[in-house]
Structures are given as C-alpha cells and as structure tokens.
C-alpha cells in the first residue's frame, strides 16, 4: 500500500476516533444517557480497528502513519468540540 494511502486511512481513521471519543466525554459529562449510549459503542469499535491494524501489517507502524493519525485526531477533536457544542443543547 502507498504511503500517501496509510497517511490518508490512518488521517481518516483518528480523525473519527478522536471525534466520538471527545463527543462521548461531553456526552459523559453532561450526563446524556442517549449519546453516551451512541458513541460508547462506536468509540470502542474504532479503537479495536485501529489496534487490529496496527497490530497484523507492518506497513501500518510508521512514522507516515503516526503523523496522518496526528493531525486526524487533532482535526476530530476540534471539529467534535464545534459540533457537540450546537448538538447537545
């Protein structure tokens, strides 16, 4: 697989992690049962798709990688913290 490829999946992979783990932590703390109960879940399948990956290919644990899942995560929390802001009221 291209570097670029690994950069984007892993960009786009984090991207999403970080965005329902920094929606589920609002979520936790403003005590919503009903998106706690939507992105637990979610959060925790991404987490184990993510560790699957880098765990079976080797081409998956490099430094291309790291920094696309870097900014992806970056980029989710931001985003996450905009969109929570107006969804949660």
């Known amino acids: 697989m291209k570097q670029r490829e690994i950069f984007a ?25 009903f998106w706690t109960a939507i992105t637990e879940p979610t959060l925790a399948l991404g987490c184990f798709w993510i560790g699957k990956l880098m765990m079976d290919r080797e081409e998956w644990r490099t430094w291309i990688a790291g920094v696309g899942g870097a900014i992806g995560a970056t980029v989710g929390s931001l985003l996450s913290i905009y ?6 009221k």
Request: glycine share 4%; hydrophobic share 50%.
């Open 9 to 33: 999946i892993m960009f786009l992979s984090d991207f999403l992690a970080i965005f329902i783990t920094c929606a589920n932590l609002r979520a936790v703390a403003q005590g919503s049962y």
């Open 83 to 88: 969109t929570t802001t107006h969804l949660y």
